[in-house]
T-cell receptor
């Protein structure tokens, strides 16, 4: 079955280190998204991509970067991890249908702790 | 700008009782609305979505939601709660932000089922 996976599922790192979270989907979806989930804030969009070599900033993109070299993967990099980036990170993908009814499918999440 | 507000961060019902989770939206254009469910330590799963085809939308696991334009609401209901319904529920609206279509999430409602 097609799916979307994230790795690692749990990560502990130290302030100032570079961290990369992986996201891989096998649906051949055009669109991919990264969100962070924090108590009281729901899910907030970090970065998104509408196709290979396309990347865009979301509402909370400071301190994060992404690159899209193929359809299946959208890794999220924290250039210099900060304690404020302790969160649960979700990757999502969608087909890229025209209009607003495109459904996003979510991965299982990565819990990141920055000490 | 499009947004959603979920009324009540925590809802508790008895097993077999009616489940009602409230969501109000704000949108300057006809909205596309979604309900997602998140079980513990998992990603988000689509329950149902409103795409203007019908105001009463049926989803998975016996849930349904009714779009009421006059009340700007999209409340989620289930006639009889099961223990397995315990989870966090997110309402979302598809919004045009910076020229691209994205999901904007509410803060979530945690549903607890009492035996």
């Amino acid at each position: 079955d097609a799916e979307i996976t994230q790795s690692p599922r749990h990560k502990i790192t130290e302030t100032g280190r570079q961290v990369t979270l992986a996201c891989h989907q096998t649906w051949n979806h055009n669109n991919m998204f990264w969100y962070r989930q924090d108590l009281g804030h729901g899910l907030r969009l970090i970065h998104y991509s509408y196709g290979v070599h396309d990347t865009n900033k979301g509402e909370v993109s400071d301190g994060y970067s992404v690159s899209r070299s193929n359809t299946e993967d959208l890794p999220l990099t924290l250039e210099s991890a900060a304690s404020s980036q302790t969160s649960v990170y979700f990757c999502a993908s969608s087909r890229g249908l025209a209009g607003s009814t495109d459904t996003q499918y979510f991965g299982p999440g990565t819990r990141l702790t920055v000490l | 700008a499009q947004s959603v507000t979920q009324l009540g961060s925590h809802v508790s019902v008895s097993e077999g009782a009616l489940v009602l989770l409230r969501c109000n939206y704000s949108s300057s254009v006809p909205p596309y609305l979604f309900w997602y469910v998140q079980y513990p330590n998992q990603g988000l799963q689509l329950l149902l979505k409103y795409t203007s085809a019908a105001t009463l939308v049926k989803g998975i696991n016996g849930f349904e939601a009714e779009f009421k334009k006059s009340e700007t609401s999209f409340h989620l209901t289930k006639p009889s709660a099961h223990m397995s319904d315990a989870a966090e529920y997110f309402c979302a609206v598809s919004a045009l932000i910076q020229g691209a279509q994205k999901l904007v999430f509410g803060q979530g409602t945690r549903l607890t089922i009492n035996p």
